[in-house]
């Protein structure tokens, strides 16, 4: 499946961005999906996580009560909310299946949040 990733931008601290994954290929909506983000020179971790359906969502405790991940199955489109943001939520974002399909990464969207 291909991935698209798109939403990020520079936002100033206690800011808000709407990340958006574009999904091809019709097994997106029976995957569970995740956010996940690499900050320079740390490892790629897990944000969030949502059941192939929406109705279940988990999130790293780092953004619990900031994000909100969602899924509309009908569009193939993955979103991540997200709020409150601090200058270590800058890195790349990415979306991928949870766990990550290594084919799938995609070029990811930069968030850069200023303090």
């Known amino acids: 499946v291909q991935l698209v990733e798109s939403g990020g931008g520079l936002v100033q601290a206690g800011g808000s961005l709407r990340l958006s994954c574009a999904a091809s290929g019709s097994i997106f909506s029976i995957n569970a999906m995740g956010w996940y983000r690499q900050a320079p020179g740390k490892l790629r971790e897990l944000v969030a996580a949502i059941g192939s359906g929406g109705g279940s969502t988990n999130y790293a405790d780092f953004v619990k009560g900031r994000f909100t991940i969602s899924r509309d199955n009908a569009k193939n489109t993955m979103y991540l909310q997200m709020n409150s943001l601090k200058p270590e939520d800058t890195a790349v974002y990415y979306c991928?299946?949870?766990?990550?399909?290594?084919?799938?990464w995609g070029q990811g969207t930069q968030v850069t949040v200023s303090s």
């Open positions: 991928n299946r949870v766990p990550p399909l290594p084919s799938s």
